[in-house]
């Protein structure tokens, strides 16, 4: 990735994207991409459960992001992480998504990300395989 102060430049290429989402836990990643592919505010992301889900206009992308969740035996939260053996919204998630987005706007980054650059030849393949992108199952 360039070094720059802003590392979203246009062309951005999948494995920018890849880098850039490493650097979160695997609940984080997935929430990105939703948050990305969906029009699902960020704000209702956090507390985001499989009922309230049903409600949500979802694409195929965001189907296939879903059925690879795990789901926690005792919590509805869609994207959670275990706090003092306890199970947790996302709460650092709206700062994180400020993080990954480093001064873009989800606006200004979903149309780089409709026009992104493929130069890993399995993110290429496995992309079209689901018409476009689910970035977190290729870390």
Partial sequence: MTH???????PITDIELLEAL????LPTQSAITLTVVTDIKPSEIIDLTWFKLKS???N?????LLSAMPRHIFSDLVFWETVNGGVEPLRSFE???ALFLNGKTLAE???LYRNMI?????STQFMRDVNDNIFFTLL
């Fill in 4 to 10: 720059t102060s802003n590392i979203w430049l246009q």
């Fill in 22 to 25: 490493s650097k979160f836990n």
């Fill in 56 to 58: 949500k206009p979802i």
């Fill in 60 to 64: 195929k992308k965001a189907i296939k």
């Fill in 95 to 97: 700062n994180n998504l």
């Fill in 109 to 111: 980054f979903n149309s």
């Fill in 118 to 122: 493929y130069i890993q030849e399995s």
